[in-house]
């Protein structure tokens, strides 16, 4: 398992390495071991998966779409608290597969 935390580009860990988009202009550091995989689909201008080559729940997708003339602004999607606070907890699965009583006893 890696110990993940941020890195500046100085340091980070020989178990990890670049990847870099040139046509869409980001770059993510991942672990060397990963496998990377794109593909094309309607109304997506790119998707980008990396992922262990063993069975794994870990993994990171990069999906980048277009966006109309009207969202000029990050605030274009609502209150940058409330958008953040939206797109965590629809990714938080950290209570799947727990029942009603012990969701309860880890609050």
Known sequence: M?????????????????????????????????????GDTKGIKSVTAFYPEE???SNVSAVIT???PDFTRLESFGKVDGFAENL???????WAGRGPL???QSS
């Open 102 to 104: 012990e969701s309860l």
């Open 2 to 38: 890696y110990d993940y935390k941020t890195f500046s580009v100085s340091e980070v860990p020989e178990a990890f390495r670049a990847y870099s988009d040139d046509v869409n202009k980001y770059k993510i550091y991942i672990p060397r071991d990963w496998q990377v995989g794109s």
């Open 55 to 57: 069975a794994s729940t």
């Open 88 to 94: 965590v907890s629809g990714l938080d699965r950290s």
């Open 66 to 68: 277009g966006l109309g």
